[in-house]
């Protein structure tokens, strides 16, 4: 059984910057791919970004490039969002998610196992 643990949310002003952890255990992290969503109150959980199982390669949504990082540390099972230049927009339940792949996607369909959320919220 894969569990998966998200921190680092919290309340932050527009235009500051937060890192979100998650933390992988049960199974072998680097035979993952991983994944971030976000759900905003009353909208569908949506992709944030993406990472293939060995870091190589990245995938974000339009809407965060260029202001959020997606990296992962498979010797400490960890994976990571830093996220800067943070918008009133960016307010929602984070969760992290995992796909037993070599190849990350975007879709909330592909991911097996997720997290129980962290509270990003931002403050205009």
């Known amino acids: 059984q894969v569990q998966l643990v998200e921190s680092g949310g919290g309340l932050v002003q527009a235009g500051g910057s937060l890192r979100l952890s998650c933390a992988i255990s049960?199974?072998?992290?680097?035979?993952?791919?991983m994944g971030w969503f976000r759900q905003a109150p009353g909208k569908e959980r949506e992709f944030v970004a993406a990472?293939?199982?060995?870091?190589?390669?990245?995938y974000y949504a339009d809407s965060v490039k260029g202001r959020f990082t997606c990296s992962r540390d498979n010797a400490k099972n960890t994976l990571y969002l830093q996220m800067n230049s943070l918008k009133p927009e960016d307010t929602a339940v984070y969760y992290c998610a995992a796909k037993p792949a070599v190849v990350a996607g975007t879709s909330i369909y592909e991911y097996d196992y997720w997290g129980q959320g962290t509270q990003v919220t931002v403050s205009s």
């Open positions: 049960g199974r072998t992290f680097s035979r993952y791919a």
């Open positions: 990472i293939s199982w060995n870091g190589g390669s990245t």
